[in-house]
């Protein structure tokens, strides 16, 4: 994934309008001798109206979630090895990325990256599908229906059982469709995961700083 910060910035673009004053009509006076007429009066000009001030224009509608931090890995994470780091990370939508090719799950708080892993999926025909899913339950103790497996810090995606849970992620394991994270970090990212959140699967797909998180 690659790692990088670019902020949105609202450009408020002021309208100017440009107020003239009418010219003063002299007033018709009735008619009078010349030695009797009074010296011409001259009429004050008319008050300026008040400049109407410019709004400002709305500022842009952010749409998905703006990459802000990556946390720095020192490189590819091994396997059964993970990053967590949500000091000082104010509050903010969760929203978790996984992608097949590279083999790791990212956790989004706000945009920024709180946590990420190695990760074991699906091998031929058990593969994890790709696609946006909704956290739809919850689980610390699920035990799997179909393989009689624990499944520990569960969260559901699908209906037909794939989810992400705690698993012994080492190299040349593989799951039935799920995808399998480390059990410390299965625990953590059951803390801060709520149902309805986001989970973004993708194969290969590239997302830089300050680009944004998109299903």
Excluded at 142 to 162: E, F, I, K
Aim: hydrophobic share 40%; aromatic share 8%; charged share 15%.
């Amino acid at each position: 994934m690659m790692r990088a910060a670019l902020g949105f910035a609202a450009t408020a673009v002021a309208t100017v309008y440009f107020l003239g004053v009418l010219p003063a009509r002299e007033v018709e006076q009735p008619a009078a001798s010349a030695a009797s007429a009074p010296a011409p009066v001259a009429k004050p000009a008319a008050p300026k109206p008040a400049p109407v001030a410019a709004k400002p224009a709305p500022a842009p509608v952010e749409d998905g979630f703006t990459i802000k931090r990556v946390l720095d890995t020192g490189g590819p994470i091994k396997f059964g090895a993970y990053f967590w780091d949500d000091k000082d990370v104010p509050p903010g939508p969760i929203v978790i990325t996984v992608d097949l090719k590279a083999q790791t799950l990212s956790v989004f708080r706000g945009g920024y990256e709180i946590g990420t892993t190695a990760i074991l999926y699906g091998d031929e025909g058990k593969e994890t599908p790709q696609g946006t899913f909704p956290i739809t339950e919850k689980d610390a103790d699920h035990v799997s229906n179909l393989y009689h497996a624990p499944m520990p810090y569960m969260l559901r995606l699908t209906n037909d059982g794939v989810s992400i849970h705690g698993s012994k992620v080492e190299w040349g394991y593989a799951t039935h469709g799920c995808v399998g994270v480390p059990v410390p970090f299965a625990k953590l990212l059951f803390g801060v995961a709520s149902v309805g959140d986001k989970v973004i699967i993708t194969s290969g797909k590239m997302i830089g700083m300050g680009q944004p998180i998109q299903g």
